[in-house]
């Protein structure tokens, strides 16, 4: 590799850091901010030709995005949700796959079927980290979060694997529908499996090094390892993945504190610079992908790329509201158990269909030819109507997601403040188990009374705080609650302690290993005083 091309790969990720932040520092969405950089970038002359290697998409992008995902969601709420997620992440993209590759087999002249369901595969599968980013930002209800996180989350394997038999058959490896659905359950199967066998004796592991940093090193590992053993046993890697990190992040709760910060922290800077990347590069994808469709006229490529988008929008309100009320009709039991979801929330689910860079990997991972050495039919096509898809969904829905949101009045305001109750309700039984114990200490042992006075404040501090988060932070006057005094008090006699220790450091009366010790202790007080 050259200096200059060394200097072009730097620039990506630079470049992604920045714009990504300049986007949340505006309010922007990241990812769509990233995609319409990269298309701009993309017609500067001079640019660096970014050509996507799924390899590495699929290798290295795509098992810490998923097992980061995995590893932050709820288990509980996940099965909790199984039965929706599971008709989107498996029969909605099947359905999609067979929708879309249908129009295009019919509308696109010389596209096989065989080829034009390799389309249907490779624009399958939504990439919810947009519509998330958003759902969050504007307080959906969770279990409208819990569905797309789910979809997200399983629904890659469902299209991966169907887009593997999709090119078998289109290279005339011989596959029939029989087949694809036996290497589809063992894929399923054997990716669950090894995910389960890999989580139990990782976390025996983690538990008893009594070392943060090899034990974040082991989560960092665990994904790449989950992925290649599934994949090197034609197993699905992405589920190996999902289910080996939902089994960690459910047992992260009995690591130590110090694992907990650093493996928090590290992760979320991960995923930041990531997807940040994702997004940039697949906005750098235009030259590369119009270069292979020069010789089809640009009337019918647009009109092929807005019918495909058309297509897979509207496969997706078709499936979606079918899946949400037919089962509460046939099934008392799920009318028992689950809420009504009312009209509100499927119009959401289906809206939040923006597809991502593991659509654009696989259609760049079709081959150039078949077993007989002819050109792969339409993959230059395949690959110019994936993109138009990719983009066409992040740019459309992603850009009106939130005014939908906001328009349909179905923000999760009360859920949190029912999650406000039940924190400062547990909040109080946990500071009142705390007392109880410390009295039973200072029975057995006789300490200093100031001692034990201070930590009976303290532990009263922390119930009085989360009581009075429920009121928003303010009294009933609009004036500052004593929680939010102390907190900014504190936090201007921190900054007053650490102004002391650099500038005794800069007049050489403190060593830098001191002052790094010293401010660690300060950062780590004046981090729990912030809550984000």
Do not use: C
Request: charged share 20%; no cysteine; hydrophobic share 55%.
């Amino acid at each position: 590799m050259s200096t200059t091309e060394a200097l072009w790969l730097l620039a990506v990720p630079v470049a992604a850091v920045g714009v990504a932040g300049a986007a949340r520092r505006a309010g922007l969405s990241a990812p769509l901010v990233l995609v319409v950089a990269g298309l701009l970038v993309s017609y500067i002359p001079g640019v660096h030709d970014f050509r996507l290697d799924p390899e590495f998409v699929l290798f290295v992008f795509l098992p810490p995005l998923l097992f980061s995902a995995a590893w932050q969601s709820s288990y509980y709420t996940l099965r909790q949700n199984v039965r929706p997620i599971a008709l989107l992440s498996v029969g909605l993209v099947l359905f999609t796959m067979l929708a879309v590759g249908y129009t295009a087999y019919m509308v696109v002249p010389g596209l096989s079927l065989a080829a034009a369901f390799v389309l249907g595969a490779v624009v399958a599968p939504p990439d919810a980290v947009a519509a998330v980013s958003v759902a969050q930002r504007l307080g959906l209800p969770r279990r409208t979060v819990t569905i797309l996180v789910g979809e997200s989350l399983f629904n890659d394997a469902t299209a991966l694997t169907a887009f593997r038999v999709a090119v078998a058959a289109a290279v005339g490896a011989g596959f029939t529908m029989l087949d694809g659905v036996e290497r589809f359950a063992f894929a399923s199967v054997a990716g669950v499996v090894i995910g389960l066998l890999l989580g139990p004796p990782l976390h025996w592991l983690r538990t008893r090094l009594n070392d943060p940093l090899v034990e974040n090193g082991v989560s960092v590992l665990t994904p790449f390892a989950a992925y290649l053993i599934a994949e090197a046993v034609h197993a699905s890697g992405v589920i190996a993945v999902v289910v080996s990190g939902l089994y960690l992040g459910h047992r992260f709760t009995e690591s130590a504190a110090v694992t907990r910060i650093i493996g928090h922290s590290f992760w979320k800077i991960v995923i930041f610079v990531l997807e940040s990347v994702v997004f940039l590069v697949i906005g750098l994808q235009l030259p590369a992908v119009l270069d292979g469709v020069s010789g089809h006229g640009w009337a019918s490529l647009t009109g092929w790329a807005l019918l495909i988008f058309a297509v897979t929008v509207l496969a997706r309100f078709v499936w979606v509201f079918p899946a949400a009320y037919l089962p509460r009709l046939l099934s008392s039991r799920i009318r028992e158990r689950e809420t009504f979801m009312g009209w509100r929330e499927p119009v959401v689910v289906s809206w939040a269909g923006m597809r991502g860079v593991v659509s654009l990997a696989a259609a760049f991972a079709i081959p150039v030819s078949t077993n007989d050495q002819q050109p792969f039919p339409g993959r230059d096509l395949i690959l110019f109507l994936t993109f138009t898809t990719v983009l066409a969904t992040l740019l459309v829905q992603g850009m009106t997601f939130p005014a939908l949101i906001r328009r349909l009045g179905i923000a999760g305001d009360r859920e949190e403040y029912t999650d406000r109750v039940a924190e400062a309700g547990a909040q109080h039984a946990a500071a009142q188990a705390a007392l109880d114990r410390l009295e039973e200490l200072a029975a057995a042992e006789d300490f200093d009374e100031q001692v034990l006075e201070r930590l009976r404040q303290l532990a009263e501090y922390r119930q009085l705080r989360a009581w009075e988060r429920l009121g928003g932070g303010t009294g009933p006057e609009g004036e500052e609650v004593p929680t939010n005094t102390y907190r900014r008090l504190r936090r201007e006699m921190l900054a007053a302690e650490r102004a002391v220790f650099i500038r005794m450091r800069d007049e050489r009366r403190l060593d830098d290993e001191v002052l790094t010790r010293v401010l660690h202790d300060l950062d780590l007080e004046e981090a729990a005083l912030t809550r984000d």
